[in-house]
């Protein structure tokens, strides 16, 4: 008899941790882990799932709806053209007191040479100009006039340097002390023809702290010359806005420090030096006052000045007819007042046509719920078919039928209701919009009504009838509180419909029944004014979101129905 004992195979114990964690009194899974951080880590399993499978839509979504609101949003703040063009001019101009009735000094006119030159040569000083003009009507002409009489500023220094010594007509010898010597030797083996691109410009080692308005402006030409207009910069000839800032080194505070300078063509610039002094200064407010008499006036100076900042509300004061001052926000002259006479139209015009949809589309949707399924359909049919037709096919035809001598009016006098001296005025008015949009969004009112109107069981005004009430009564007491939540739908969905509707107010609208919107795209395609345009979208989307919350708060949006 063997000894079982000593062939029974050996319990299994579980190892001294999982003793331990059995001991803690918590509920664990079979790996030993607990089992709230089992679920916790399923669920997050099941998040990052859930999460990967909407990640396209998600995308989708952020791409095309909430990037382009943001866009929009930024662009209607957004004032750094102003700053970026003319940083020299703004930053000498900000302890300038607009109020003083005084013009603001030399170094302001000085600093605004340099930076139109510059930007003249970008070709920013014309977007620059459309930027003022929508603040002060005349800016954008001033500066494409100030644009080309910069270079007449410049060249009273280049002819006096020149003049003195020919060494200063060559680029090579400009780039000779002011380029590296690395960047030389580069730049001289480059091959223009080989399809590599140009050596970049590299300033002398410790030339700036010699000639820093030199350096600095020699910088920006290399770059202009070199990666804008892509053309040899050892070959070309500096700029007439490099000769104002030699000179400028060369006489200025930094005249000591220049005149110590050892390096590259230091004879020539020694003898620069000297004779310099002798030359005839520019007197930059005269410069630009016979440019153009405008420089010699406060309000260009102001407008510049009040536009300075990287972000401004400008845009937003002008759509509710607005405008920055110097003494603050005020009111435009009352007849440069239409963005606030255009926001009411939109938003009256908008309740109209809703208005108008619910008292056609109502009894519609209530024969569509209770006609014979056969009949329905048909029925359905005909509310269909103007929906899958063009937009441009269906406002054409009412510009058509609503004219004067059109299909209504010849049939009203036919009729005798108005005679043909007095046919009535249908188009090109907010009549002509009401009606053309009312017939194109009255789809979007019949369908969520007919949803709602469908799930209502007939038995309930049978039940009301047959408790005494009348067939008004049991309408109004019964049946048209439950069809609430399909008006409230419809509604929504043709109201903020409207207020963006842009195509039909142009067609058929003419002065008096054009919308927001069509002010919106006038200012997106024809004037540019982006900025404006942006400001408008977002008071119109804050307009939208204010009624949905006004709605929610008075009729409830889970009242909304679109079926069920």
């Not at 006039?145 to 200063?168: A, L, N, P, T």
Request: net charge negative; charged share 20%.
């Amino acid at each position: 008899m063997s000894d079982v004992t000593e062939k029974t195979a050996p319990i299994p114990q579980d190892p001294p941790d999982r003793e331990e964690k059995k001991s803690d009194g918590k509920i664990r899974a079979a790996d030993g882990t607990s089992l709230k951080s089992s679920l916790n880590r399923a669920l997050r399993r099941e998040k990052l799932r859930a999460l990967v499978l909407i990640a396209p839509l998600l995308i989708f979504v952020l791409v095309t709806f909430i990037a382009p609101i943001a866009d929009m949003l930024f662009r209607s703040v957004e004032n750094q053209i102003v700053a970026q063009t003319l940083p020299r001019t703004t930053d000498t101009l900000a302890d300038w007191d607009s109020t003083s009735g005084e013009l603001p000094g030399a170094p302001v006119y000085k600093a605004l040479y340099e930076d139109i030159f510059i930007a003249q040569e970008r070709k920013l000083h014309t977007r620059l100009g459309s930027r003022l003009n929508y603040e002060l009507t005349g800016a954008s002409s001033l500066f494409r006039k100030s644009g080309r009489g910069v270079d007449d500023i410049g060249e009273v220094y280049q002819d006096q340097f020149e003049d003195f010594d020919e060494f200063w007509e060559e680029g090579e010898n400009w780039n000779s002390f002011m380029g590296s010597d690395a960047w030389l030797a580069d730049i001289q083996a480059w091959d223009e023809d080989s399809g590599d691109r140009q050596p970049a410009f590299e300033l002398r080692e410790g030339i700036d702290e010699f000639f820093p308005q030199t350096a600095a402006k020699y910088a920006i030409y290399a770059d202009v010359i070199q990666n804008e207009e892509e053309d040899n910069l050892y070959d070309e000839d500096p700029w007439a806005l490099i000769y104002s800032a030699f000179y400028d080194d060369l006489t200025g505070p930094n005249a000591e420090i220049a005149a110590a300078y050892t390096g590259p063509a230091a004879a020539q610039i020694q003898s620069a030096a000297a004779a310099a002094a002798d030359f005839e200064p520019v007197d930059y407010p005269a410069a630009f006052a016979e440019i153009d008499g405008d420089w010699a006036q406060t309000p260009i100076w102001q407008t510049i000045q009040t536009y300075s900042g990287p972000f401004t509300n400008g845009y937003f004061l002008n759509a509710v007819d607005m405008q920055k001052t110097p003494d603050g926000p005020e009111l435009r002259p009352e007849n440069e007042r239409i963005y606030g006479t255009l926001f009411m139209r939109t938003l009256f015009m908008s309740l109209m046509i809703t208005g108008s949809c619910i008292l056609l589309g109502y009894p519609v949707a209530w024969l569509l719920a209770n006609l014979p399924a056969r009949t329905a359909n048909l029925l359905m049919i005909l509310v269909l078919l103007p929906f899958w037709t063009s937009l441009l096919v269906r406002t054409s035809a009412w510009k058509v039928m609503l004219q004067q001598q059109g299909v209504i009016n010849d049939t009203l006098v036919w009729l005798g209701i108005v005679s043909d001296a007095g046919r009535l005025a249908l188009i090109n008015n907010q009549t002509g919009t009401i009606i053309a949009m009312t017939h194109i969004l009255l789809p979007f009112m019949i369908l969520p009504l007919y949803s709602v109107m469908a799930t209502i069981p007939p038995a309930y005004l049978r039940a009301a009838k047959s408790l005494g009430a009348t067939n008004w009564t049991s309408f109004w007491r019964v049946y048209f509180p439950q069809s609430v939540p399909g008006i409230g739908a419809g509604s929504i969905l043709v109201f903020i419909l409207s207020i963006g509707y842009y195509i039909t107010p142009e067609i058929v609208g003419g002065t008096t029944g054009t919308f927001i919107s069509n002010r919106i795209a006038y200012h997106i395609s024809s004037s540019l004014n982006w900025g404006l345009a942006a400001a408008l979208g977002s008071i119109l989307l804050a307009v939208v979101l204010g009624l949905y919350w006004a709605y929610d708060k008075i009729v409830g949006i889970d009242n909304v129905k679109l079926g069920g």
